[in-house]
């Protein structure tokens, strides 16, 4: 029976992870960076079976240069759904290709100064992803409010599976050093294919979050009597048009209606009510769903699509976030008084 090195099986899955976000029939636009890193997980895993499981050490000047590459894609996929860059494309491509650059110009001069690299490049990257988290899931206002908790929560995970992975490289090379190796290949073998499985999966949930073509708008700091204005003017906007109902808004596209910058509608909410804007907005939605419950017989999923959700998940999670009850307790409960009164 033929050995199948277990990054083979890793890299199977992965593939299949990659064909399921890819056939994902949402409408929406792909997060190419967050694909690509699938990808790139995929070759990597690849190459970790030939290098482990079948001895092919020529595989080792590819490797470095592929974990090279993997820290600028989680980070360009996140900043396609937090905000979009002034600079040409080509000068992106080619400022995110300095880290694989240096590692080849490393291998060529000074091996041994590579897994140090790789570290640094790794930290690096995962500390500025966690900086553009910053303000939680207000950042990523150019995903739909729907999906910009779980696709924080998945952003996180991938930085913290950054970080994971220069953990291991730290270790690595300090057990070649000290116990020339003595317990590399197991630690390589699953430290580095969960660091890709962790990041891979963060970028496909990530990856459910999609931008949307818009413009870029300039930030103010906002007084209090403004604060008050800007939440009249979106306290109005969600009464009168009822733009919660819309599944793919968004910060950006809420700024746009309004006219207002982005960053001063989340200020605003955010030291008025306490909460991020996904928050504010699926409130809407709730409030909206809760009358149609107890008014209508419509069925959940009817009236979670007409609220402007789109997945059962998201609706039954905010649905308790707010009422502490799933969307059937509270039509049962608001159908008690008119039972008795009967």
Same mark, same amino acid.
């Given at each position: 029976?033929?050995?199948?090195?277990?990054?083979?099986?890793?890299?199977?899955?992965?593939?299949?992870?990659?064909?399921?976000?890819?056939?994902?029939?949402?409408?929406?636009?792909?997060?190419?960076?967050?694909?690509?890193?699938?990808?790139?997980?995929?070759?990597?895993?690849?190459?970790?079976?030939?290098?482990?499981?079948?001895?092919?050490?020529?595989?080792?000047?590819?490797?470095?240069?592929?974990?090279?590459?993997?820290?600028?894609?989680?980070?360009?996929?996140?900043?396609?759904?937090?905000?979009?860059?002034?600079?040409?494309?080509?000068?992106?491509?080619?400022?995110?290709?300095?880290?694989?650059?240096?590692?080849?110009?490393?291998?060529?001069?000074?091996?041994?100064?590579?897994?140090?690299?790789?570290?640094?490049?790794?930290?690096?990257?995962? $500390?500025?992803?966690?900086?553009?988290?910053?303000?939680?899931?207000?950042?990523?206002?150019?995903?739909?409010?729907?999906?910009?908790?779980?696709?924080?929560?998945?952003?996180?995970?991938?930085?913290?599976?950054?970080?994971?992975?220069?953990?291991?490289?730290?270790?690595?090379?300090?057990?070649?050093?000290?116990?020339?190796?003595?317990?590399?290949?197991?630690?390589?073998?699953?430290?580095?294919?969960?660091?890709?499985?962790?990041?891979?999966?963060?970028?496909?949930?990530?990856?459910?979050?999609?931008?949307?073509?818009?413009?870029?708008?300039?930030?103010?700091?906002?007084?209090?009597?403004?604060?008050?204005?800007?939440?009249?003017?979106?306290?109005?906007?969600?009464?009168?048009?009822?733009?919660?109902?819309?599944?793919?808004?968004?910060?950006?596209?809420?700024?746009?209606?309004?006219?207002?910058?982005?960053?001063?509608?989340?200020?605003?909410?955010?030291?008025?009510?306490?909460?991020?804007?996904?928050?504010?907005?699926?409130?809407?939605?709730?409030?909206?769903?809760?009358?149609?419950?107890?008014?209508?017989?419509?069925? $959940?999923?009817?009236?979670?699509?007409?609220?402007?959700?789109?997945?059962?998940?998201?609706?039954?999670?905010?649905?308790?976030?707010?009422?502490?009850?799933?969307?059937?307790?509270?039509?049962?409960?608001?159908?008690?008084?008119?039972?008795?009164?009967?």
């Amino acid at each position: 029976m033929p050995f199948v090195p277990l990054p083979f099986v890793v890299a199977i899955l992965l593939l299949v992870l990659f064909a399921a976000v890819v056939r994902r029939d949402d409408g929406a636009r792909a997060n190419r960076p967050f694909l690509a890193l699938i990808l790139l997980s995929v070759f990597q895993s690849l190459l970790s079976g030939l290098r482990w499981g079948y001895g092919v050490q020529e595989v080792m000047y590819l490797a470095p240069v592929g974990a090279a590459i993997v820290p600028p894609l989680a980070y360009a996929g996140v900043t396609a759904l937090v905000r979009r860059s002034g600079k040409p494309l080509l000068q992106r491509l080619g400022l995110h290709a300095v880290p694989a650059l240096v590692v080849i110009v490393l291998m060529a001069v000074w091996r041994e100064a590579i897994d140090a690299a790789l570290v640094l490049i790794a930290v690096g990257y995962a $500390v500025a992803i966690l900086l553009l988290m910053r303000p939680g899931a207000d950042a990523l206002r150019l995903a739909p409010f729907e999906g910009a908790v779980p696709a924080y929560r998945a952003i996180l995970f991938a930085a913290l599976a950054l970080l994971f992975s220069a953990a291991i490289d730290t270790f690595v090379s300090l057990d070649l050093a000290w116990t020339h190796g003595a317990y590399t290949r197991p630690v390589i073998a699953i430290g580095n294919l969960a660091a890709l499985i962790i990041l891979s999966v963060a970028a496909a949930a990530a990856s459910k979050s999609h931008t949307p073509v818009e413009t870029d708008d300039a930030a103010s700091g906002p007084d209090l009597a403004e604060d008050r204005e800007t939440i009249a003017a979106v306290e109005a906007l969600m009464q009168t048009r009822r733009v919660y109902r819309d599944a793919d808004l968004n910060l950006d596209r809420l700024a746009r209606k309004l006219g207002i910058p982005a960053r001063q509608i989340s200020a605003a909410i955010n030291r008025a009510t306490g909460k991020n804007v996904s928050q504010y907005v699926n409130e809407h939605r709730i409030g909206e769903a809760c009358g149609l419950l107890a008014e209508t017989e419509k069925p $959940v999923t009817e009236i979670m699509f007409e609220v402007g959700f789109q997945t059962k998940s998201n609706f039954n999670r905010e649905f308790r976030r707010v009422t502490e009850m799933t969307p059937l307790e509270w039509r049962e409960k608001k159908a008690k008084p008119s039972s008795i009164a009967i």
